[in-house]
Nanobody
Framework: VELVESGGDLVQPGGSLRLSCAAS????????MSWWRQRPGKDLELVAR????????TYADSAKGRFIISRDNGKNMVYLQMNGLKSEDTALYYC???????WGQGTQVTVSS
């Protein structure tokens, strides 16, 4: 099983990033997927979760209206489109399969001017 995140970068406040997670080694399409993050000095927190079909999504209050989670079951990919980024979004972002408890290695997002 492998989850490989990418797309993290240094971005200015108000900017956008799209994170990607490439999944392999399991039947991707039958599992919910999620994005979590760990901000400096803080606990891990759920950012967004998406159901198997991509229709059902849930977001942390901090992500609502700014972030969009999506998936492509044909490519075994899950994405997190992040808009209107704020300094408090600075974190290591992880891809996670809730049912299987698989984590990726994380991708760093830094929001700073």
């Amino acid at each position: 099983v492998e989850l490989v995140e990418s797309g993290g970068d240094l971005v200015q406040p108000g900017g956008s990033l799209r994170l990607s997670c490439a999944a392999s080694g399991f039947e991707f399409s039958v599992y919910d997927m999620s994005w979590w993050r760990q901000r400096p000095g803080k606990d891990l927190e759920l950012v967004a979760r998406i159901g198997t079909s991509g229709i059902q999504t849930t977001y942390a209050d901090s992500a609502k209206g700014r972030f969009i989670i999506s998936r492509d079951n044909g490519k075994n990919m899950v994405y997190l489109q992040m808009n209107g980024l704020k300094s408090e979004d600075t974190a290591l972002y992880y891809c996670y399969v809730p049912t299987l408890r698989y984590w990726g290695q994380g991708t760093q997002v830094t929001v700073s001017s």
